[in-house]
């Protein structure tokens, strides 16, 4: 099972898994880093976690706040080794956990058509999907959580 981290951005676990998720997602969608730079930059965020299995880092989620009520989820990933063994679960299931601790009450987060993985996982922990993109250049799916 992971230890998870509750910790902020400037975490040098956290720079690396966002680097590779970075990677992942340029292989995925045919990008390049830095068509998506200015989308992907976490700076100054103190609610990151981080998913260690002997003391590797192994996962990482974030979320920033939208509004008084809801937060967004951002730059959730999981090392491919180590996937389809719970570890995004536990990560998302720690950052719902801290934003009610914070007293908020949605949760809401986008990801991308092509990442059907992260999709179900999101569908399977309660959330509902807003929007799907549908065209080439509009590949984003935003889905949102009510916290109990």
């Given at each position: 099972m992971p230890?998870?981290?509750r910790?902020?951005?400037?975490?040098?676990d956290?720079?690396?898994?966002?680097?590779l998720?970075d990677?992942t997602?340029c292989d995925i969608?045919?990008?390049?880093?830095?068509?998506?730079?200015?989308?992907n930059?976490?700076?100054?965020?103190?609610?990151?976690?981080i998913?260690y299995?002997q003391?590797?880092?192994?996962?990482?989620?974030?979320?920033?706040?939208?509004n008084e009520?809801?937060?967004e989820?951002k730059?959730m990933?999981?090392?491919?080794?180590?996937?389809?063994?719970?570890i995004a679960?536990?990560?998302?299931?720690e950052?719902?956990?801290?934003?009610t601790?914070?007293?908020?009450?949605?949760?809401?987060?986008?990801?991308?058509?092509k990442q059907?993985?992260?999709?179900?996982?999101?569908?399977n922990c309660g959330?509902?999907?807003l929007?799907?993109?549908q065209?080439?250049?509009?590949?984003?799916?935003?889905?949102?959580?009510?916290?109990?």
């Open positions: 230890h998870i981290l910790t902020n951005s400037e975490n040098p956290f720079k690396l898994l966002t680097n998720l990677d997602l969608y045919g990008t390049k880093k830095e068509d998506y730079e200015d989308y930059r976490i700076v100054d965020l103190s609610t990151v976690v998913a299995i003391d590797q880092p192994v996962g990482c989620g974030c979320f920033k706040v939208t009520d809801m937060v989820i730059r990933y999981v090392l491919a080794a180590y996937r389809e063994k719970g679960s536990k990560i998302l299931y950052l719902e956990n801290w934003a601790e914070l007293g908020y009450s949605y949760l809401s987060l986008e990801t991308g058509n059907e993985d992260a999709i179900s996982l999101y569908q959330y509902t999907m929007t799907h993109g065209t080439e250049h509009d590949f984003s799916v935003k889905m949102m959580k009510a916290l109990p």
